[in-house]
């Protein structure tokens, strides 16, 4: 079925309400219509979406979709259900490997990661994507799985793809062969990169680092990790990355690898997380200090403006937050959330009153008591936000709430 947005459904409505009569109007018109519109109108055909399996044992539709667009750029997104077979998808991948000209996005989401590999290797296999500029693969991040994707693989498939912009590929087993990489592809139109699920025992830091640095438009980066790494030694390449503006790193303490390794001085938003989403527990101890990383973004990346901490419980008490807090160290930090940190009112106590910070937002912080609250409020000024949430150890009275309401905006949530 092809998929129709509203403007669509009103057309079609509205010429079967001009060309019916007062009686019912009938399910033939409607087809009629319906028929006529879609075959004046090709772009009706460019979002093809395979996620049923009489999708994959039948051709019949995806040859429609692919007629019918004609020469138009088409989108195409694969839902591999779980009743599919892995030697069922060779059919409508043999179909699609001669339209890659075509390609305007191609996403997969599939229950294990041998069917991306599977995609990668009968469509994507040395095929140019002239018009690509969003690629996702996405795989369940406890997914078992019997191959390995290497990032040799990786960069042959969609070859050359000048325009892509979005890159998003399951880390589980991202690795590097032995023999190293000796080309890496071009992207000069890429700015969002994400590596999701990265298993950080034996990450392959160099070959990551060499793959950022081909990158220099790169504006986003996400870096999902779990376990811990054993890597203990930095290389001393450093990637210069003078577009990056976000990052977002999993798993921080061994997430920090990549960190140590990117210059990024335009970088203005990093969220580090050392929550284990799909285990449901903390991380634990890191095997990279946090405060080095903070200590190395207070170096390389002095125009930060936003700063998240989640689950860094780990942190030594008061250096690190004297790092974030003391006006120099980020001199243009201006909004700092934490959540599931261990910041004390020590902490708060010492935050300097000359710092560019305008908003701090606590959730689930139980080391935090309250009693440096409202002395921090007095050092801020009218427009400063203050928000408090699940902070289930917070001995605050009302007479104090108040009277922090009334020096800055203060908001507290159960």
Not at 243 to 264: C, E, K, M, Q
Request: aromatic share 10%; glycine share 4%; proline share 5%.
């Amino acid at each position: 079925m092809v998929h129709l947005n509203l403007d669509v459904l009103s057309e079609i409505f509205a010429a079967v309400v001009h060309t019916g009569s007062s009686s019912l109007l009938t399910l033939r018109l409607v087809n009629n219509v319906w028929y006529e519109i879609t075959e004046r109108n090709p772009r009706l055909w460019t979002r093809l979406l395979l996620n049923r399996k009489f999708h994959f044992t039948n051709l019949k539709y995806t040859q429609l979709h692919l007629q019918k667009s004609r020469s138009f750029p088409i989108d195409i997104h694969i839902a591999v259900p779980n009743d599919v077979a892995l030697s069922e998808i060779r059919g409508v991948s043999n179909l699609l490997r001669n339209h890659t000209s075509r390609f305007r996005s191609f996403k997969v989401d599939a229950p294990i990661r041998d069917y991306v590999d599977g995609f990668l290797f009968l469509i994507a296999r040395r095929q140019p994507a002239p018009l690509l500029e969003s690629l996702e693969l996405r795989v369940p991040q406890l997914a078992y799985t019997i191959t390995v994707l290497t990032l040799e693989f990786l960069f042959t498939s969609f070859t050359p793809a000048p325009r892509l912009a979005r890159l998003e590929i399951p880390g589980l087993s991202l690795v590097l062969s032995g023999v190293g990489i000796k080309y890496y592809p071009k992207y000069p139109n890429m700015t969002s990169l994400v590596i999701d699920g990265m298993s950080l025992d034996y990450v392959p830091i160099q070959g990551i680092i060499s793959f950022l640095s081909s990158i220099p438009s790169l504006q986003h980066f996400v870096y999902k990790g779990h376990g811990e790494s054993r890597t203990t030694v930095r290389d001393p390449y450093i990637a210069y990355m003078p577009n990056l503006r976000s990052v977002d790193v999993t798993a921080p303490g061994a997430g920090g690898n990549v960190l140590y390794h990117i210059d990024a001085p335009a970088l203005t938003d990093v969220r580090l997380d050392g929550f284990h989403n799909w285990h449901g527990v903390p991380e634990g101890n890191p095997s990279e200090s946090l405060r080095d990383i903070i200590l190395l973004l207070s170096v390389h990346s002095r125009n930060l403006r936003r700063l998240t901490l989640e689950y860094t419980a780990y942190l030594e008490i008061p250096c690190d937050f004297e790092i974030i807090f003391d006006g120099i160290s980020f001199p243009h930090l201006e909004e700092v959330y934490l959540n599931a940190t261990d910041i004390t009112d020590r902490a708060l106590r010492n935050a300097k009153s000359h710092s560019s910070l305008r908003k701090l937002e606590l959730l689930n912080c139980i080391m935090l008591r309250g009693s440096s609250l409202l002395e921090f409020a007095q050092r801020r000024d009218r427009d400063f936000h203050l928000s408090l949430r699940g902070c289930r150890k917070l001995k605050i009275t009302q007479q104090d709430m108040d009277t922090i309401s009334e020096l800055i905006k203060f908001k507290k949530l159960h």
